[in-house]
């Protein structure tokens, strides 16, 4: 069964320096339908005017991935990491017993568009952490690659619970197909471009709950299609 999050009918948030559309509830927008899906908290598609960002803030026990689509992000924390983040890599924050950190556009011309995803730890109290790693678009084209994990396997970021992230990248009529074991589920997130999923057709920013198949089969419906797709309990 595949049921539908349309792009169209999430929360949204504008600051002005800050347009955020939200899959899940959060923030000021709350949806008791969407409170997250399996262990996958949040999903939030943010884009950041040139030199503005998010200041200092704190979390604790949840696991932050960020995943920036176009332009860059500068990240700064309280365990001494500071980064810049661009297309293709994927950087993920433990949150754990507490860290404070900032995100903020360090362009002065173009905007920052990435999507900020919340899992929630398989265990509370763990270790503030720290992981960024990078991924060509050769990695991903027509194929399923593994980006994050509990296991942190095939040079994937680790992730404090049992979910494996894949991203894609396919052209027109390109396929992928995923295997799911029958006691998990899969949340897909249209990152760009146009894809089938099983013959259902899904647009940029649009996402779908996967429940009770064995096989996700996704066709390129647009050249440059960017997917993410979460295998998760």
């Not at 960002?53 to 309280?78: A, N, W």
């Not at 270790?127 to 790693?133: F, I, L």
């Not at 940029?204 to 709950?209: L, R, V």
Request: net charge negative; no cysteine; hydrophobic share 35%.
């Amino acid at each position: 069964m595949i049921t539908l999050r349309p792009a169209d009918e999430r929360g949204s948030a504008n600051f002005g320096w800050l347009d955020s559309r939200h899959s899940f509830s959060f923030g000021s927008y709350y949806e008791p339908n969407y409170m997250g899906f399996g262990n996958l908290r949040v999903i939030n598609e943010d884009k950041v005017i040139p030199g503005q960002g998010f200041t200092t803030h704190s979390h604790r026990d949840m696991e932050i991935i960020s995943y920036v689509i176009q332009g860059e992000l500068e990240h700064k924390d309280s365990i001494g990491n500071g980064s810049i983040i661009r297309p293709g890599d994927v950087q993920r924050m433990s949150a754990g017993t507490g860290i404070a950190h900032s995100e903020y556009n360090p362009s002065s011309d173009n905007p920052v568009h990435f999507l900020q995803i919340w899992i929630i730890p398989e265990q509370t109290g763990l270790k503030p952490s720290y992981e960024q790693k990078a991924f060509t678009e050769a990695d991903k084209q027509g194929k399923l690659r593994l980006v994050g994990s509990q296991d942190g396997r095939d040079g994937s970021v680790t992730i404090h619970q049992d979910v494996d992230v894949y991203s894609t990248i396919l052209n027109v009529d390109e396929t992928v197909t995923h295997n799911l074991a029958t006691n998990r589920s899969a949340w897909l997130q249209v990152v760009r471009g146009e894809v089938a999923v099983n013959d259902r057709s899904l647009n940029a920013g649009d996402g779908a709950a996967i429940v009770l198949e064995d096989k996700i089969t996704l066709k390129g419906l647009a050249d440059n299609t960017e997917v993410l797709l979460f295998d998760l309990v």
